[in-house]
């Protein structure tokens, strides 16, 4: 249980144009999702948490209206990189909680986008 | 907030070898949970162990074993007997309350055959 999708798993695109990579929870529902960034040979860093019907809420540096984020549901949350440039290839994580949860916490993680931008 | 340091940035072994990542946390919590991941080329992230605060107990797991130390703020992770397939990048990390992560740099490990 507690399975997190992500699609697509890689994508090249051209500088200027934008990209939407998608988070879903497969079989749970999830009111909060997290977005992090991994660059060539860095450690995750997160970029924003995706919360479902409310704005997102961004990591100090993360420019909002480059990485758009919407999450329309309780079980998916995109990511939107908008006017894509080569410093922003970098390998994007999400990662989700069943909603409710208490106690121990159980936190999945997609399998992750490789986004390369030429 | 929270904050964890991985001092060992690449360690080569040869297989068979043990081995032990390092890390430290920072938290000002009294409950906190710990994990180490291990992430292999393809970059998926590989759940190893969690830990919270209360739990102080050692844990083995087949060749993996963990030390964690209160006193020191200290999560180290061993792997006994090395293998090739070992070979990945790990991290240790800290779950902030809201659910998500703080990573540490991580420790790239190659075990050489």
């Known amino acids: 249980g507690a399975v997190v999708s992500q699609h697509p798993s890689w994508v090249i695109c051209k500088s200027g144009t934008s990209v939407k990579i998608e988070c879903r929870s497969l079989?749970?529902?999830?009111?909060?999702m997290f977005w992090y960034r991994q660059f060539p040979k860095q450690s995750l860093m997160l970029m924003a948490t995706?919360?479902?019907?409310?704005?997102?809420?961004?990591e100090q540096g993360v420019e909002k209206d480059k990485f758009l984020i919407n999450h329309a549901s309780l079980t998916l949350s995109t990511l939107t990189v908008t006017s894509a440039h080569p410093e922003d290839s970098s390998f994007y994580i999400c990662?989700?909680?069943?909603?409710?949860?208490?106690?121990?916490?159980?936190?999945?993680f997609g399998p992750g986008t490789r986004l390369t931008v030429t | 907030a929270q904050k964890v340091t991985q001092a060992q940035t690449e360690i080569s072994v040869v297989e068979k070898e043990d081995v032990t990542l390092d890390c430290v946390y920072e938290?000002?919590?009294?409950?906190?949970?710990l994990f180490w991941y291990k992430q292999p080329p393809s970059g998926e992230l590989v759940f190893l162990i969690r830990?919270?605060?209360?739990?102080?107990q050692n844990e083995i797991s087949g060749r993996y074993s963990w030390n964690f130390q209160k006193s020191t703020s200290s999560f180290n992770f061993t792997i006994t007997a090395s293998q090739v397939v070992d070979s990945a990048v790990y991290f240790c990390?800290?779950?902030?309350?809201?659910?998500?992560?703080?990573f540490g740099p991580g420790t790239r490990l190659s075990v050489l055959p």
């Open positions: 990662s989700a909680s069943p909603r409710g949860t208490s106690g121990i916490p159980r936190v999945s």
């Open positions: 079989d749970f529902q999830a009111t909060t």
């Open positions: 995706s919360n479902e019907g409310s704005k997102a809420t961004y």
């Open positions: 938290t000002r919590d009294t409950t906190y949970y």
């Open positions: 830990r919270n605060s209360f739990d102080e």
């Open positions: 990390a800290a779950l902030n309350y809201g659910q998500n992560f703080v």
